[in-house]
């Protein structure tokens, strides 16, 4: 689960640094023939080895098992890469020590998902002053000098998206009531996704947020809360949950309590949330994705570096400096689509 997002490239979208922005609107220089690059990109043709060290935390949500799994099905793909991985640790020292050890072995390229961004941020940057490029990986180090390249989900984005698909389902409706179920409040990324919804919120006059019940991303907590909500509130319209894998227990919730009068709208993105959409028999009928690809994305990335190559499909010589994954609104109309992608 992300510490917090940063913005830059978006997946699916063009975007260029305001100053070169500028630079292209205000010259008045003849425009020249770009010259092709003479960097090769990365494709999937076998290129020189490279070892890929990688460092999560302990794989203990359904999210962070995820992220596992497509970080080493990716490796997997390129005969070249050899990954080692550790022993995910929720232990900030222990994680530490883990990256150290993959310093010590000299590995080409560090994916870290730091267990806590802050904690972990000095052994990145001896990481870099070794002359390995670290990735990290969605929970964000302080520094920007610790990392070559940032990639992770937009939790603002979540909660927007979330905010904007609800909004739309009762723009028609007058004095719309609407509960949230957030994840873990001491989260940064728990403030975003929740800031984020109220901004959308905000576009729809005739829809209210009456409630807010913070769970810590389990399927207990969940359902302990969302009882406590549905106790609460005799009546509502719409329910935000912010995490799949807590939406399991707030569904037993629900289900125990016989309500069904509103909708209700998942995150994440995980396969029982998915099923759920596509059977299209209970409240749930949306979730909202922080894809957790975005450790394939990661190992893309490391190989590209690795190999001193740029990336496919854009014309610079490098790989970005960060990359933001964007959060899609799944439901049963585009969920063929995106099941294939649900997490366990």
């Given amino acids: 689960m992300p510490e917090t997002s940063r913005r830059g490239l978006l997946f699916g979208t063009a975007a260029v640094s305001a100053g070169a922005f500028l630079t292209a609107c205000t010259s008045n220089e003849p425009k020249a023939s770009a010259a092709p690059s003479s960097q090769p990109a990365a494709d999937d043709k076998p290129g020189a080895p490279v070892t890929i060290g990688f460092a999560g935390p302990q794989a203990d949500h359904g999210w962070l098992n995820a992220i596992n799994v497509n970080a080493k099905s990716r490796a997997e793909k390129y005969s070249e890469v050899t990954l080692e991985i550790t022993e995910g640790s929720n232990d900030t020292a222990a994680q530490i020590g883990q990256v150290k050890t993959l310093i010590n072995k000299k590995v080409d390229v560090l994916v870290i998902l730091p267990a806590d961004g802050k904690a972990l941020t000095q052994v990145g940057l001896e990481a870099m002053k070794a002359g390995i490029p670290v990735v990290n990986l969605d929970r964000i180090f302080a520094s920007p ?33 609407v509960v949230e179920l957030a ?30 019940q913070a769970a810590d991303f389990t399927v207990e907590s969940g359902q302990a ?31 125990q309590a016989g309500r069904d009068e509103f909708i209700m709208v998942g995150g994440a993105g995980a396969k029982s949330a998915m099923d759920a959409i596509k059977a299209d028999n209970s409240v749930l009928k ?55 992608t649900g997490f366990s």
């Fill in 225 to 255: 809360k969302m009882a406590q909500l549905l106790q609460a509130q005799k009546k509502f319209d719409a329910l935000w949950n912010h995490d799949d894998d807590q939406g399991v227990g707030a569904l037993r919730a629900i289900e």
């Fill in 145 to 177: 000098q610790a990392y070559r390249c940032w990639v992770g989900g937009d939790n603002y984005g979540m909660g927007l998206n979330a905010g904007h698909y609800i909004g739309e389902q009762l723009k028609d409706k007058a004095n719309a009531k």
């Fill in 286 to 340: 949306a979730t909202v994705l922080y894809p957790p690809t975005m450790a394939a994305s990661a190992i893309d990335l490391a190989r590209a570096l690795g190999q001193n190559k740029g990336v496919a499909g854009l014309s610079e010589m490098e790989i970005p400096t960060s990359l933001t994954l964007y959060s899609a609104v799944v439901t049963k109309e585009n969920i063929d689509q995106y099941l294939p």
């Fill in 183 to 212: 994840g873990l409040d001491n989260l940064e990324l728990t403030k975003q996704r929740s800031q984020g919804f109220a901004d959308a919120l905000k576009n729809y006059s005739n829809v209210k947020l009456v409630a807010r």
